[in-house]
């Protein structure tokens, strides 16, 4: 039969129940931590990923338009000196 020390039952009953509190305390902190990081990200003028992905397809889609109308706009320019060369010519 085994004999039960009493000290050593309420030393290990103690260790557990400060484990127990100290676990609590992480959570705690953990969350503290995560709510004061939300509130400075929200105060901040950050954009989310979905309005960055957004904007740079709109400045990408307006990147190509610039260049097809520089395109358009050099051969209207090289035109240009052909029309006037036709006209003095009549």
């Known amino acids: 039969m ?3 020390n009493k000290v050593l039952d309420d030393i ?3 260790m557990t129940n400060a484990m127990g509190v100290a676990q609590g305390a992480k959570t705690e902190a953990e969350t ?3 709510s004061m990081m939300d509130r400075w ?7 989310t990923r979905e309005e960055f992905d957004a904007v740079r397809a709109m400045a990408q889609k307006a990147r190509e ?3 097809a109308l520089k ?10 000196p052909a029309a006037k ?4 010519k009549k």
């Open 2 to 4: 085994q004999t039960r």
């Open 12 to 14: 290990s009953q103690l």
């Open 32 to 34: 503290a931590m995560k």
């Open 41 to 47: 990200l929200a105060d901040r003028d950050f954009v």
């Open 65 to 67: 338009e610039n260049e």
């Open 71 to 80: 395109a358009r706009l050099d051969a209207l320019e090289a035109a240009k």
């Open 85 to 88: 060369k036709a006209a003095a």
